[in-house]
């Protein structure tokens, strides 16, 4: 079975400043998709980022960056210049063949 | 545009009875899937559905039923409900899996659902 981790189960940052999340995962299919979404308290998923694993390039949508170690099979989620609308559950997810893999999520809280 | 929803949003029910959780999609969204979000387990699937009359269980199961006669609506069923159920359902479609571009979920609002 594939499993997604994510170790830390609760992290703050104090606004402006920039935070990691981590995640690992374990696959042994060589073609993949990785992602990150965001639980905000209306409870509501919303997609973060989304990364190919072909790719060697790191993705990045606005303040949101992915670092993508393949090697490693880790995916850890940068977010730059946290905001409090930034303060949500986050959670990794793998899709490999049709079916998406989640991880147990982290609690981020933007602090002011 | 009215992408994914869920109905009923919140669900209060007593042990044994048959519950039915509705999820329609207007994206003609090939995949869709059914998890449950509990506390410390993150989001478990319950079923999946990669077309119309194409269905193929997840994770966890066991005591659900599921049907998808049409592209747009994959109903889930609890036959005989139990405690252990009581959870925050969440629908989700996709339009492909790793083969066809592994683009991502869309997920719906969820359904909140107590069994007494």
């Known amino acids: 079975a594939q499993t997604v981790t994510q170790s830390q189960p609760e992290m703050s940052v104090q606004e402006a400043e920039t935070v990691t999340l981590s995640c690992t995962y374990d696959t042994s299919e060589s073609n993949y998709y990785l992602f990150w979404y965001k639980q905000p308290p209306s409870r509501q998923m919303i997609l973060v980022i989304r990364q190919e694993a072909y790719k060697q390039q790191n993705a990045t949508e606005n303040r949101f960056s992915v670092n993508f170690q393949k090697a490693a099979k880790s995916f850890s989620l940068k977010i730059s210049d946290s905001q409090l609308g930034d303060t949500a559950m986050y959670f990794c997810a793998s899709l490999t063949g049709n079916q998406f893999y989640f991880g147990t999520g982290t609690s981020l809280t933007v602090i002011p | 545009d009215a992408g994914i929803t869920q109905s009923p949003r919140y669900k209060i029910t007593e042990t044994g009875r048959q519950v039915t959780l509705m999820c329609h999609q207007t994206w003609s969204h090939s995949y869709m899937f059914w998890y449950r979000q509990d506390l410390g387990h993150g989001l478990r699937l319950i079923y999946y559905s990669a077309a119309a009359d194409i269905t193929d269980k997840g994770e966890v199961p066991d005591g659900y039923v599921v049907s998808r006669s049409k592209t747009e609506n994959f109903p889930l069923t609890l036959e005989s409900a139990t405690r252990s159920q009581t959870s925050v359902y969440f629908c989700?479609?996709?339009?492909?899996?790793?083969?066809?571009?592994?683009?991502?979920?869309?997920f719906g609002p969820g359904t909140r659902l107590l069994v007494l």
């Open positions: 989700a479609s996709s339009e492909s899996s790793v083969a066809s571009g592994g683009r991502a979920q869309y």
